[in-house]
């Protein structure tokens, strides 16, 4: 059914004062908590579930199996893996109730978060970051940053596009993505900036 502007599977449960975007998307056994904002464009596939205290960007994808919890922000363009894991309490416990030690995660603008990753709550993933299938975050993660393994560690770097790029970790370089030739600056370990 399509409702002002978006459209909701009837098995979806959007719970009063919810906002959602125009030209979002909410598929199959989804459920969005009542306090929760969900931007423009968005896409939250089967069994995505979206707490009070989070907010969506525009045009993000959540795939299949996502529980979006508290006190995580995701920015415009995000893209979340299948199954992937989002934390708010550092150290849970059955018996002890932490609801006022929720820790804010943060994920910028065009991030891909791979398939089955774990994000442990309280940390920042910054712009256009790619973490890979199965990681496991425990720290902020740079601009541009790939992320692979168990805990992660940087292993590349990322264009805007999606593609690998030939830069050393650390220190300076230049390097231009194979897919759109757009030319990227590494100034001191970080990408500094961007020419077309």
């Known amino acids: 059914m399509s409702v002002n502007n978006f459209t909701v599977h009837p098995t979806a449960i959007v719970d009063a004062g919810a906002q959602i975007g125009a030209g979002s998307r909410v598929w199959h056994w989804v459920h969005i908590c009542g306090q929760a904002v969900i931007g423009e464009k968005c896409s939250l596939g089967q069994n995505v579930f979206v707490g009070n205290r989070v907010r969506i960007g525009n045009n993000c994808k959540i795939q299949n199996n996502v529980s979006v919890y508290d006190n995580v922000t995701l920015e415009d363009d995000v893209f ?117």
Not at 161 to 167: M, S
């Open 80 to 196: 979340c893996g299948p199954s992937m894991v989002f934390t708010n309490v550092y150290n849970p416990r059955s018996a002890v109730t932490r609801k006022d030690e929720y820790r804010d995660t943060v994920v910028r603008h065009g991030a891909t978060l791979g398939a089955n990753c774990t994000i442990v709550c309280g940390v920042t993933i910054g712009e256009f970051a790619f973490v890979a299938a199965g990681a496991v975050i425990n720290r902020n993660v740079p601009a541009y940053a790939l992320m692979a393994g168990v805990p992660a560690r940087q292993i590349g770097w990322m264009s805007e596009y999606g593609e690998r790029l030939e830069l050393p970790l650390t220190g300076d370089g230049q390097a231009k993505c194979p897919h759109t030739g757009r030319v990227y600056q590494l100034v001191g370990g970080r990408i500094e900036n961007k020419k077309s």
